[in-house]
Structures are given as C-alpha cells and as structure tokens.
C-alpha cells in the first residue's frame, strides 16, 4: 500500500487501510512505551508487544527485487521500527529482570542495584578477558581485589538462570504464545511443549515470515495445497499474498524448548488439527535452508 501511496495509484479504501494500519503501528508504540518500563521489561503484556515490534521490523529485512530490500525503500519507517525496541533485545530485558529482582529482595532503590550490576558484570569481564590473555594464574593476585565483586556477579548470575528456570517450569512461553494469538485477533489455542534438537526441520509460509511455524506432517496430510494447509493451521489469508503459494524450510539452529500444539480454537477458519509450534526468538534459531512450491 505504501507503494501504492508513492505511485498515487492508492484507492479510497486502500488509503483507509494504509492509515488504520499506521494507526495500529502509532497506538502499538505508545502501548511498548507506557508497558514496557523499567522493572516491567520482562512482564508477559510487554513481551506480547515486543514480539508483535519485531516482527514488524523483520519485514523490513525482506526483499523487494533481487537485490533491494524493503528497509532501503522505506529507511525511515524501518528506523522507527529499530527505534521502539532499542532497550528491549534479551540482553536488556534478562538485566531489567535480574536488578528487579535484586531491588525487591534487598528493598533497594532500583536505580542504585543496577549501577551495582553493570560495574559487577564489567568487573567481572574484565577478570575473565585477562585470565583469557594471561592464564588464570597469572591473574589470580589481582582478581583477589574483586572477589567480593566476582561472588556478587556470580550470585547475580545463579539468580538470572533461576529466573529462567522458573520461566520454563511456569509456562511462561505458553503465557506468551497465547498472548501473542490473542493480539493478532485470534482465540487462544491449548500449548504444550516441546524440544526440538539442533538440525530439525520446520516450516512456515513465505513470502514473510512470524513466530508460528509447522510440521511436515500438516504439509503432507494438507496434500501440500495451500489452502488446505492453513485452513487446517486456522490462519487468515494474508491481505496481499492471500494463501501464501510457498512454504520456507527452516532448520532448528541450536536445541530449543518451545510451545507447541494442535491447531483447534478458531474453527470459522478452517477445520484446524495441524501442528503449530511458537518461535518467538526465530531470527536467531532459525536458518531458512529451501523453499517448497504448494499448489492451490
């Protein structure tokens, strides 16, 4: 549509489009700037918002012709995509988490934990880069300046890896799937999970790409018709593209646990029973190794 508006070919009901789209971006930023703060960056509304913000901007990644992506036609829209999420990579939300954390367990100011927190952790680089150049020996004498500070780090640490152990076992992924189905205008499913090892195959329609990905087995009980595919995944036809005519196969870069399921909560789009599985992290999981032509 934003093409479209460059040419001036753009219809009366395609601009309304264009701008209750622009609407929804606006009102999605404004929600990541009043949820998303400090000591709340890894709620689950916040990252419902992030993972709908990212992926927005992997679209900007994809490509126009050959050898022109969208982000090089639309560098300001892809800018203030990039702009919402700075502050909100995992780096930033495990440490949002962990001096929150810290804050509450000691009733210290917030503000003051994580001035503490960053010189620990550079304290703790530090030792770690010259035992790297030098030998753990040869810096031992020094490191004993810092071992208040490197048990500090450590406990920090234990504390974070608690923290996502404790996601793990209370379904925080799930929480976070359904959240994200919910956002997007659909009913939540049921999710279990499952671990996926390093080198499995899955699959999810292109062009574009999302955090919802599925099986071989829904592809091949599908007849690899793109219709029956994701009426049985229970997907809306995209706007553009409609059915999507080809799926990626995309190979599981490192063993992850994630959410997954049988597809049955929104049944005015189709029979459902595929398998689904959440990716939320697929950019960094993920590697697209082929493409599969579906027919109709």
Known sequence: LERKEKDGTLTADEAKELADTRKLDKDRDQAIRDICTQGNKSGGACSALVAQAQQALNTYGGNVTYNLIYKDLYPQ??????AILKGLDEGSITRDAAITAIAKATEKDWNEVAARYDRVMQLHGMVSTLAGFYGANSVSQSAEATNTAMSMADRIK?????????RESSNFGIHIAKSDQIQWGYAADEWGTVTLPSGSKVYGG???????????????D???????????????????????????????????TIPSGQVMANPLLGPGGGTQYFIKDYGNQLKLIDKIDLGK
Do not use: C
Not at 158 to 166: D, F, K, L
Not at 206 to 220: E, F, K, R, V
Not at 225 to 249: D, N, W
């Open 77 to 82: 829209d892809a800018a203030n995509a990039s």
């Open 158 to 166: 234990a504390n974070i890896a608690e923290s996502q152990q404790a």
């Open 206 to 220: 292109i062009p574009g790409q999302s955090s919802y990905y599925t099986s071989w087995d829904t592809l091949l």
């Open 222 to 256: 599908a007849g690899f018709s793109r219709e029956s595919i994701f009426k049985s995944l229970q997907v809306l036809p995209h706007p553009e593209f409609g059915y999507r005519p080809q799926m990626g196969v995309y190979e599981v870069v490192n063993d992850i």
